[in-house]
């Protein structure tokens, strides 16, 4: 297995599952239906007997509620740089208080960017605008740990400032914002939502806005 890369069971069961849900999408067979609910059970018990989350039949269920065609889920970061150069990163309460930068799913009816800037709103206080896609990240292919049954498309966005000061509310997700310079970021990181290699390339394109968006 080549470093960063997921292992192979666990692509050949997201793959199955991905064949079983959009068969399902487009069927009417109801014998076709009966194979395709089949694969989606094979595929969770798969991933259950060689992953450390969820057991079978939740992942079964988990699958059975996505319908249509498989497409890859998409999760966006807004990478926030304020007048010194430092660094915006929030505290994940559901990983332990790990670093990370601000992000989550994308929701319907936005744009990418605009789902960037409500994250950032959501889980800093910190009113951003978006200015420039600078990581397409396939998350599978990154490193990150753990692995989950989706395929993600990860968009990181670096983003303006647009008032120093945090707005008040209280977030459900995060314990703690704050800025950090580049030789202070904290190592204890979120690794399922970001990497150090993508920090590093973020710190990058802002030292270089010329940079073109990196895919990949």
Not at 56 to 64: D, H
Request: some cysteine.
């Amino acid at each position: 297995m080549a470093e960063g890369r997921e292992p192979d069971w666990l692509l050949w069961a997201r793959e199955i599952q991905a064949v079983a849900q959009s068969g399902l999408a487009f069927t009417r067979d109801p014998y076709d239906v009966e194979r395709y609910q089949a694969l989606t059970a094979l595929a969770a018990r798969m991933m259950a007997a060689r992953g450390d989350g969820a057991d079978a039949a939740t992942l079964q269920a988990v699958f059975a509620a996505e319908t249509g065609y498989a497409t890859p889920k998409v999760d966006v970061r807004g990478a926030v740089f304020d007048a010194e150069g430092r660094l915006l990163m929030v505290r994940e309460l559901a990983d332990g208080g790990r670093w990370t930068l601000p992000g989550g799913w994308a929701d319907v009816n936005q744009t990418a960017s605009e789902c960037a800037e409500r994250e950032v709103l959501e889980e800093s206080g910190y009113r951003v605008r978006a200015t420039k896609l600078a990581l397409v990240h396939d998350r599978a292919r990154q490193g990150h740990h753990p692995s989950g049954p989706f395929s993600i498309y990860k968009l990181f966005f670096l983003c303006t400032l647009l008032d120093p000061s945090p707005q008040p509310g209280a977030n459900i997700e995060t314990s703690d914002a704050r800025f950090w310079a580049e030789h202070e970021i904290p190592g204890e990181l979120s690794t399922g939502r970001v990497l150090p290699h993508q920090i590093a390339r973020l710190l990058a394109h802002r030292r270089q806005p010329d940079l073109p968006t990196e895919f990949d």
